[in-house]
């Protein structure tokens, strides 16, 4: 078992009034399996893949990854965890504009203090098709370039758990499939993946998946 | 691949500077201007105290002997060359020389000069007696010239022009013959000439003004010392007792009343000088805060991307305060830099815009108030930073993402 979420509550507060986005959502991932979350817009899915990657204190609730809890680490721990251990692709254009797509590609590693990598990080842009960007700056690519940008700095690091939210949200077809396609090969690997989507079509390629209604995983 | 391979932290902090050249320059500037004000306004202070500092000994006399109602004109020229003329009979010379206490007495000519190309502000033009003088010489930095001819004079540290060189006044050239050390008073924008030369010059610019030539050998005014044992008030006394304090038309001013006032209005301008700079200060520091905490704001979304890729708190106020660090250095030295091309070369008009004696601190001193500068600023641009960075790093990771608008 690798991740071990059971009991998770978060209560937000909005105007006065206070909701449960997530209402009881317990969720175990294990080596090499391949997850998907469908759900519609609100329904708390990427509050969920916050509170997974430690970004997020749940209101209740424990997560377990590799067999430590979330609420005994440190803010270091935690963040030592999210460089080495755990790859989060986030929602959304996520690579930073100031830095070329190979120093994009390698800050997670450089926030760990370990060493060079570029030539890991040349081999994995490589296998998402983006070498001959590597010295481009982000401002030149596209939005599906950038989404493999930022799979490629998640996978640096080999974590053991890749989580990735709506990976291909904004991408045609052909573009979401070969990311399926990489997400694929990487859990074949032995990666976990945990994927939340809006697209079936993506959705098809995991081992198991959930759909999430008003806070609750289904 | 061109691309350099090797990517450290260093390079991260780098980047963020190098990438957002507009920020990095705006916050630069600021820093600059904070370092400027700081450096600018202690120099003044220190060479302004130090003009002063001293300043009786500088001056190198005890009394100071002119026509009466010339006294404050004559402070004019001593304390900060403002050039103008006026005479009194030589006999004053030895009926002075006569009087118990006086040791030395040596006498001086001035004639205005007319703004000379040598120099852009007013020169005054001082007749000296060589045989009787110890104000002028102990001030000669170059070697000592023997006796002057009618064509060569000695010039003050700020006037330009080196040993050799000619000046003209009034259509005659005179060629430098020694040159003063800066004594930061009236001197250093004073040209010596012998008695002689002093008064063809004097008849010269009588005409050219169309005005009446001096009296035939009068003097301007008497520098005297006295001994030990008297004090400048009790000979002023005893010359007024002697020769009548009115009927003599004569004014003798003790050299520690000139300094006296020289001190009050030094506390003026001093005290006046620090608050102004300390209202820059503060102007620019609240500017600086004020900067950095909105562009730190703005900063959310990449340092929520930063979070989500394993930074840490520590880490990320550490990459913040790198930046604000790096950017303070480089604004408070740039700053100090400028500050001291606008001071060092243009003291002389400093000294004008002042009105007061004014002396630039030695190169140590001057390199302690620098580091000093850059310390402060520095330390400021850290503070001004530091308030927003740590609200930024102590902020829930997920609120940080969020209020980025992702
Ligand atoms: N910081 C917050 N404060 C208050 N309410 C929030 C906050 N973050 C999210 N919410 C609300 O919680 C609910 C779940 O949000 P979440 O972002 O998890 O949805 P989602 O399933 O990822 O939606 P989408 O598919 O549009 O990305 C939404 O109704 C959202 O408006
Ligand atoms: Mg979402």
């Given amino acids: 078992m690798i991740l071990e979420a059971s009991g998770i509550k978060k209560e937000y507060i909005r105007a006065g009034n206070s909701f449960w986005a997530l209402n009881d959502v317990s969720l175990s991932v294990d080596e090499g399996e391949f997850i998907c979350i469908v759900g519609r817009s609100g329904s708390g899915k990427t509050t969920l893949l916050n509170i997974l990657a430690g970004l997020l204190t749940p209101t209740s609730g424990s997560v377990y990854f590799e067999g430590r809890e979330y609420s005994g680490l440190s803010d270091c721990e935690l963040s030592g965890m999210r460089s080495t251990r755990l790859g989060y692709i986030m929602q959304g254009q996520t690579v930073l504009p100031n830095f070329t797509v190979l120093q994009n590609t390698l800050i997670p590693h450089v926030l760990a203090d370990r060493g060079d990598a570029a030539e890991a990080a040349m081999s994995l842009l490589e296998q998402v098709g983006l070498a001959h960007l590597a010295g481009q700056y982000p401002s030149s690519l596209s939005g599906g370039e950038l989404r493999r940008v930022s799979i490629a700095r998640a996978l640096l690091s080999s974590p053991v758990l890749l989580i990735a939210d709506e990976p291909t949200g904004d991408l045609d077809e052909e573009t979401a499939g070969e990311i399926m396609r990489i997400f694929t090969s990487v859990s074949k690997k032995g990666t976990a993946v945990l994927m939340v989507t809006h697209d079936m079509n993506s959705a098809a390629f995991g081992t198991r998946s959930y759909r999430m209604a008003s806070g609750q995983l289904l | ?364 001193q001057l390199c302690a108030i620098a580091c000093i500068s850059v310390l402060l600023s520095v330390a400021a641009a850290l503070l001004a930073s530091l308030l927003s960075s740590v609200k930024i790093g102590n902020a829930d990771a997920y609120r940080v993402i969020r209020e980025g608008g992702l």
């Fill in chain 2, 1 to 364: 691949m061109s691309e350099k391979m090797s990517f450290t932290f260093q390079d991260i902090i780098w980047c963020n500077l190098k990438r957002k050249p507009l920020r990095s320059f705006c916050l630069i500037f600021l820093v600059a201007a904070l370092a400027f004000v700081l450096f600018g306004s202690s120099l003044i202070t220190r060479s302004l105290i130090k003009g002063t500092d001293g300043l009786a000994k500088r001056l190198g006399a005890d009394l100071l002997i002119v026509p009466r109602g010339y006294a404050q004109t004559a402070e004019g020229i001593l304390l900060r060359g403002s050039p103008s003329a006026f005479y009194m009979e030589p006999e004053w010379l030895e009926k002075i020389s006569g009087v118990e206490g006086v040791t030395a007495v040596s006498p001086h000519l001035f004639i205005a000069s007319l703004n000379s190309d040598c120099c852009s502000v007013p020169i005054q033009l001082i007749g000296f007696d060589q045989d009787t003088d110890f104000i002028v010489a102990p001030w000669i930095k170059t070697s000592v010239p023997g006796i002057l001819k009618d064509n060569e004079i000695v010039v003050g540290g700020a006037v330009a022009g080196r040993v050799g060189d000619t000046l003209q006044f009034f259509g005659r050239g005179y060629s430098i013959a020694a040159k003063m050390e800066y004594t930061g008073s009236g001197f250093d924008a004073s040209v010596f000439m012998n008695m002689d030369a002093a008064r063809i010059a004097a008849r010269d610019c009588a005409s050219k003004m169309g005005a009446d030539a001096p009296p035939e050998k009068s003097i301007s005014s008497i520098m005297a010392l006295i001994d030990d044992s008297s004090t400048p008030i009790g000979v002023a006394g005893r010359i007024n007792s002697a020769f009548g304090y009115v009927k003599s038309g004569i004014a003798v001013v003790p050299a520690q009343n000139i300094i006296s006032s020289v001190s009050v209005s030094l506390r003026m301008l001093t005290g006046s000088f620090g608050a102004l700079s300390a209202v820059l200060w503060i102007a620019s520091f609240s500017i600086l805060a004020l900067l950095f905490s909105a562009m730190l704001n703005e900063r959310r979304q990449e340092f929520g991307i930063l979070r989500s890729v394993g930074i840490s708190r520590k880490k990320l106020i550490a990459m913040v305060l790198w930046e604000s660090g790096l950017i303070s250095c480089i604004g408070s030295v740039v700053g100090i830099f400028l500050s001291a091309l606008l001071l060092m070369p243009f003291r002389i008009y400093i000294r004008e815009i002042f009105n007061m004696p004014y002396m630039m601190p030695g190169f140590g």
